[in-house]
């Protein structure tokens, strides 16, 4: 039996994420301080202040110039002040094409921000613009995991957001809403499963054609991060949906990563042929590549308390911290 998502716990995520990490997996962030940290590791409240309306300003300048010169394109490009969407003359431009499928990123992405700040009324324009113009029928290929983490994350935490009935950042709710949101976030999940639905070994495929599935001859290798990143957004849209399909496979691909640990160290690889299973890049650490996937375990355990990515978590913790932390 699925079970429903508490609407109430997305937004406090962060806050319950500090509170879980420092109580139960090993104290990571308690140690002494020296007297450099005791001196300068707190702000006084007005540098505190200042920082926070500098933030709130850097975010509504990039914010307001892709609006004015980039939207509804995907994203801004900075120095021809333009808008900028996929490489459709160089098909093998990963760098651009990885994310960016012609469906308005920036503004996507940029929702959750808008309902945090309290910007209530751009919100609310916000998603009738997503709701509208967005759709993801395009004849693009992009990153499963760029594209979960920022479209699929977007859409969930913005549907969770408006449905919060604590209303901690205010009545974000327009009031013709019905849910739309997690229809697109449902309807961009399934466009994803042919990554797995291809795969050999349940690790899904790095990428996607929205339209048409996982291109014939495409790479086959990917990160670990990007096949073990997927838990917490699968997670949440299955529970919202009923349909466990999505937990399940995300669970699989961590499952399999698992069992493709290191026999002697435990540890994992960071690039691996999801055909063939075996290791491409041999290269163990906390970096890029490799970082989301041990912070997915933490977070899907806290979010849906299941006790083998707990497990799995601390196991990796300690195994890191045994071999690599002296280099």
């Given at each position: 039996m699925?079970?429903?998502?508490?609407?109430w716990l997305w937004p406090?995520?962060?806050?319950?994420?500090?509170?879980?990490?420092?109580?139960?997996?090993?104290?990571?962030?308690?140690?002494?301080?020296?007297?450099?940290?005791r001196?300068y590791?707190?702000?006084?409240?007005?540098e505190?202040l200042?920082l926070?309306?500098?933030?709130?300003?850097?975010?509504y300048?990039?914010?307001?110039?892709?609006m004015?010169?980039?939207?509804?394109?995907?994203?801004?490009?900075?120095?021809?002040c333009?808008?900028r969407?996929?490489?459709?003359d160089?098909?093998?431009?990963?760098?651009i094409?990885?994310?960016?499928?012609?469906?308005?990123?920036?503004?996507?992405?940029?929702?959750d921000?808008?309902?945090?700040?309290g910007?209530?009324?751009?919100?609310?324009?916000a998603?009738?613009?997503?709701?509208?113009?967005?759709?993801?029928?395009?004849?693009?290929?992009?990153?499963v995991f760029?594209?979960?983490?920022?479209?699929?994350g977007?859409l969930?935490?913005a549907?969770?957001?408006?449905?919060?009935?604590?209303?901690p950042?205010?009545?974000?709710?327009p009031?013709?809403?019905?849910?739309?949101?997690?229809?697109?976030?449902?309807d961009?999940?399934s466009?994803?499963?042919p990554?797995?639905?291809s795969?050999k070994t349940?690790?899904p495929?790095?990428?996607v054609?929205?339209?048409?599935?996982?291109?014939?001859?495409s790479?086959?290798?990917?990160?670990?991060?990007?096949?073990?990143s997927?838990?917490?957004?699968?997670?949440?849209?299955?529970?919202?949906?009923?349909d466990?399909?999505?937990?399940?496979?995300?669970?699989?691909?961590n499952?399999?990563?698992?069992?493709?640990?290191?026999?002697?160290?435990?540890?994992?690889?960071n690039?691996?042929?999801?055909d063939?299973?075996?290791?491409?890049?041999?290269?163990?650490?906390?970096?890029?590549g490799?970082?989301?996937?041990?912070?997915?375990l933490l977070k899907?355990y806290?979010?849906?308390?299941?006790p083998?990515?707990?497990y799995?978590?601390?196991?990796?913790y300690?195994?890191?911290?045994?071999?690599?932390r002296r280099?």
């Open positions: 699925v079970v429903q998502l508490r609407h406090h995520v962060i806050f319950i994420l500090a509170v879980h990490v420092s109580e139960c997996a090993f104290n990571i962030f308690r140690y002494p301080l020296n007297s450099i940290e001196k590791g707190s702000l006084p409240e007005s505190r200042k926070k309306e500098d933030t709130r300003d850097m975010f300048f990039g914010y307001d110039n892709y004015k010169y980039a939207y509804p394109e995907d994203e801004l490009n900075p120095i021809l333009r808008g969407g996929p490489d459709r160089d098909p093998s431009n990963i760098n094409n990885d994310i960016l499928g012609d469906y308005s990123l920036t503004l996507i992405d940029a929702l921000t808008l309902a945090i700040l910007d209530v009324g751009e919100f609310r324009r998603v009738q613009l997503v709701i509208e113009n967005v759709n993801f029928d395009k004849n693009s290929t992009v990153q760029e594209a979960n983490i920022r479209l699929l977007a969930l935490s549907h969770l957001l408006i449905e919060d009935k604590s209303q950042f205010g009545n974000l709710e009031e013709w809403y019905n849910g739309e949101l997690l229809e697109m976030a449902s961009l999940a466009r994803f499963m990554a797995f639905e795969s349940g690790l495929h790095p990428r054609n929205l339209r048409s599935g996982v291109p014939e001859g790479r086959t290798d990917t990160c670990t991060a990007g096949a073990g997927l838990l917490v957004e699968f997670g949440v849209l299955s529970r919202l949906i009923g466990p399909v999505y937990e399940m496979s995300a669970r699989r691909a499952r399999v990563l698992w069992r493709l640990r290191n026999e002697n160290t435990g540890l994992l690889g690039v691996v042929d999801v063939t299973g075996k290791w491409v890049g041999e290269l163990s650490g906390v970096g890029a490799l970082d989301s996937f041990y912070e997915y899907a806290i979010l849906f308390g299941h083998e990515d707990y799995m978590f601390n196991e990796t300690s195994l890191i911290k045994h071999y690599m280099g």
